[in-house]
């Protein structure tokens, strides 16, 4: 199996590493940059619990191999938070409307949803459906889930929003 | 206890464990890393049906990187076959196929070694030698004498075979005005967590103690992991604070922590066996009810119904796992909602060659629900009569509570018209009428589906014995312990694990109510199976009964401990002083008072200042039993099943496309009368969940099997999840008829909307199909099997 080396940075931080062609994405942020909250589900690119963004954009990170991400800016769940004591407006949105329950999908929901509200801050029931299609939740039927977005995109417009807060390490 | 009487229990609170998951900080069975830990992987027979001649593993283990591979013959010398549900000892499982494969996929060796990447090269150097054999895939094929047997030594595939007759069955059909049968087809399908099951275990030889961390659900899992190991139960450590990804009744993974622990001491190292996808769908042991329905039913010109017959048939797959008695709880709501005078039930288990069933979300009473709806629709049809005047003229009156069905359980409580008539205003059923018929001129399949239905709940035990005589266990207990530290922190144990149900906060929310503390202030940890008291695990919609139950009883014991300590340091009686906010004050002088923090240091620090028989440190626990539960059934197989029953009125509006056969759902409306919900997001979510969960056994979730039996469904490609697209917006209409058996008038509901909203879309679509003269009765109804129905109507018609 050959060794490739690769330079990428998650959620803001700086990582080198020598790891096996075959290596996914998936495998190597969980197992050798130990970032255990995007989960895999399925392994063939349905589920969408491992999303991550990839250079801003939501992609599934058991689809890519970790060489494939050489020079890419990474965000995972744990780089949506400003910083690891507090919780993004997404987030804070995902609590407050109970958008989750077995908590397994939550990362690439988030993720999903992140992406959405990137690029869009109104985003309407068919967009937040469209935007989130590709994850699966066996839990919570969704529309608390849909509900909880739109609690956020609410939250990002008004004035009392903490600007920039949404966004992850990526930005920051 | 009226709701408003609350201070803590049915507001809107945020569930504690929410927290750990949205940041990504949960600890799931994948996320945990033992120095050293090699790793599984399978290999899976290709055969429905095999004799295993030999196996050679000599190039697997000539891979670098692999240690070790393991085979039936060695794991079943080594290890007890694997607890059966019913009496049939011939039958015998053990975590790798032994001498048969007996499904397509079944494991027949585990490769450990370094990386799971490596294992799985090896698993596909191991050659096994197959004698194949003719399987049996069709459960009705599988009854016949002449049908090959999936355990020769059985003697046959009938696993199991019983009839009840509840009352004047015969005499009721003998009188009634008109009787109807049809066949109602449930198909197999499943919860399918989003997370694979997976352990790790761990052997430490110093203490002769097993580890297993596991993503379990699942009442004496670390009793018979055990058993089966050959080792004390005071052996075994199940770590209980992994967090587990979704089960809904699945996650039971005996097998595979059996093989897991077996390796971990046979090598003495950490060893992790995670399935992937394919395992988890495949050689998991986690399929669901496969099942035929034969109903008859007898009833009047008015539409009242006298009398069922129900015939079931299951198809268990090749092990008996808990498929026959998933036949068995059904019996505690076999006429659903409905005063029915007379049922006799016939419950039949085969085997044959496919992926043996686990418990599935409702433990059988969907399947049930869904063929008892569409009884009721036929009922109406045959008459002319509408069909919500066939459900109103049968449901039982809020005023016949309690209310004791002819095979012997009794409904502890409800008020089914209401929550019907509440539904139904919400959804505006004479506009959802107009809405439908308006379609139908358009020249669209529309119909509105009805289904009321049951949901029991407080998971007990009962029919372990009505199935298998030999099994006496009459209690099912659940159990909670707090402790008060001598500031005044709050800490309370639980014994299990979770997968979504929001333990964490039922038990720091029931305490919070009992003791007048924030909820929030309460820390939730769990014990470990050494260190934990009696547990049932969350089965059956139990928790908020049980453990919601236990962990009140707790903390009143604690209340009174902390009374009768205040009175005492105030020189007053019991009688003489008031609980208030967590501090207790004298009635006639509220100025005397000792406060929170003052009682828990006397209780830890000031012994000469306890009153007698209180003993220091304030802690307790509770073991609750199951309200109503703890006896044996009646010579005629009556018994009281679950304690509670929960009620749920689905109205569904269903539009079918002609060409493509898809179903579009919505508006969705669902009546819900599940007592004092402790936490109403909670509830609502799992009630969202199970109807999403619904849609998919109704619509589009089947494990299917080809004419060989060969395995079609290995991937979410073949077996569809309804995704934000399929799952309407759904409204619930929420009512509270508090329960009399329970602390605080809670229910359970973690099955809530999965028992309803498959009947409720079959009544839709067959509604829909009404004016094409097509009725059917099988699930899922898929896209590909109803737009082949509707156009061999539509060419019939054409014809004409």
Known sequence: ?172 | MAEQAFRYIAKKRRPKEDRRFIAGAGRFVADLALPGMLHVALVASPYPFARIRGIDSEKALALPGVVAVLTGAELAAGVDPIMSGVDAPKIRRWPLAHQFARYPGEWVAAVVAESRAVAEDAAELVEVDYEPLTPVTDPETAMRPDAPAVHPDHGSNVLFRKKWVWGAVEEDFAAADQTLSFRARWHRSSTVPIETFGVVAQWNPAQQLLDVWASIQMPKFADQLAKALRLSGNAVRVHFDVDVGGSYGVKRGLKHSILAGFLAKKLGVPVRLMEDRLENMRGGDAQGPDRIFDMQVAFSREGIIRSLKIRALDDCGAHAGRAPLQLGKPIGAICGPYRVNSVEYEAISVTTNKTPQEAVRGFGQGPTNFALENAVDRVAAALGIDRLAVRRANLIRAEEFPYTIPSGSTYDSGDFQTVLEKALAAADYPALVAKRDAARRAGKLAGIGIACCLEPSGGNSAFEPLFNPKNETTTWMEAASIKIDGAGAVVVSINTSSSGQGHESLAATVVGEVLEREPETIRVVRADSLSALPSNSPVGSRMAIMLGGAAAGAAKKLKEAITAIAAHKLGLAAAEVEYRDGAVIARADPAKKVAWEAIAEIAHRKFHELPPGIEPGLQASHVLEVPTGGTLPSADGRVQMYPCYAFEAHIVYAEIDRITGQVALGPYIVGHDCGVMINPDIVHGMTYGGIAHGIGAALYERFRYDESGQFLSGTFMDYLIPSAHEVPDVAIVDHCTPSPLTAFGQKGSGEAGYLGAPAAISCAVNDALAPLELKIAELPMTPGLLGDLIASADKSTTRR
Request: net charge negative; aromatic share 4%.
């Open chain 1, 1 to 172: 199996m050959s060794q490739h080396e690769i330079a990428l940075s998650v959620n803001g931080r700086a990582y080198r590493g020598t790891v096996p062609a075959r290596l996914t994405l998936a495998d190597f942020l969980r197992e050798h940059l130990r970032l255990t909250g995007t989960h895999t589900g399925c392994e063939h690119g349905v589920c969408g619990a491992c999303s991550i963004l990839f250079d801003g954009k939501p992609m599934r990170s058991c689809l890519i191999f970790a060489v494939q991400a050489d020079g890419a800016t990474i965000t995972t769940v744990e780089g949506l938070a400003p910083d690891p004591a507090a919780l993004s407006v997404l987030q804070d949105c995902f609590w407050e409307m109970h958008a989750l329950q077995c908590g397994f999908c939550t990362p690439g929901m988030l993720i999903a949803a992140q992406a959405l509200l990137d690029r869009n801050r109104a985003p309407s029931d068919e967009e937040i459906r469209e935007a989130i299609g590709g994850n699966l939740c066996r839990c919570t039927g969704y529309k608390q889930i849909i509900d909880a977005i739109k609690l956020a995109a609410s939250r990002l417009q008004g004035a009392n929003a903490p600007a920039g807060s949404i966004t992850g390490a990526n930005n920051g």
